[in-house]
């Protein structure tokens, strides 16, 4: 099993990515998918959530009510620490699983906290999509039709791109025509396939 992690803020193009080098064949699994797959109704993770913060946090079908949940954990990180002690340990195992299942030449984990959380430790290599602040800017107020203010509040508080780059093994800059991603992907790609090869 040999792991890219692929990372990057908001906007940066890590799906216009991964979305490439899925059509090369590599299998991704996506941690944003992982972390809503774990407390579908009939998980365990869920199961737990409502056990401690009540019924309240489900809706009429008893899927979870992530507004109701959000509201308790947001004043209070005591609660917000209870909930990722639950839901993080089922994230872990359920993105171990997927990747142990893939059978691509390598595999990405995809994941906008890959350095911010232990995901990190999954990955031998670890592949930054990197584009300007602007850019970043840009391409997510038009993707999500959201304020400039909005945007711009997640980016500060995100890891500060300096330190994502010191971090990576691999940097893409995402600031051309989508050609030019894919033509920097296409290098690295063989690279990987190099590497997951020698293991
Ligand atoms: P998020 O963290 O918010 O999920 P992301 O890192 O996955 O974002 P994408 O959704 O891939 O970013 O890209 C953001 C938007 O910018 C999308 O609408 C995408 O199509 C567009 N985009 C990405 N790269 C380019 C590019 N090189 N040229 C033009 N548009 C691009």
Known sequence: MFVVGLTGGIGSGKTAASDYLA????????????????????????AAIAAHFGAGV?????????????????????????????THPAIGAEILRQLQASRS????LVSPLLLESSQHQLTHR?????????????????????????????????MAR?????????????DGPLDALHRQLDELHQQYLRLAGAQ
């Open 58 to 86: 489900l809706d009429a079908e008893g899927r979870l009510d992530r507004r109701a949940l959000r509201e308790i954990v947001f004043a209070d990180p005591a609660q917000r620490n209870v909930l990722e002690q639950i």
């Open 162 to 174: 300096g330190e994502r780059q010191s971090r990576a093994h691999d940097v893409v800059i995402n």
């Open 105 to 108: 030449p390598y595999t990405l």
């Open 23 to 46: 059509g090369l064949g590599i299998t991704v699994v996506d941690a944003d998918l992982v972390s809503r797959q774990v407390v579908e109704p009939g998980q365990p993770a869920l």
């Open 126 to 158: 670890i592949l930054l999509i990197d584009a300007p602040e602007q850019l970043q800017q840009q391409r997510t107020e038009l993707r999500d039709q959201v304020p400039a203010s909005q945007v711009q509040a997640i980016i500060a508080a995100q």
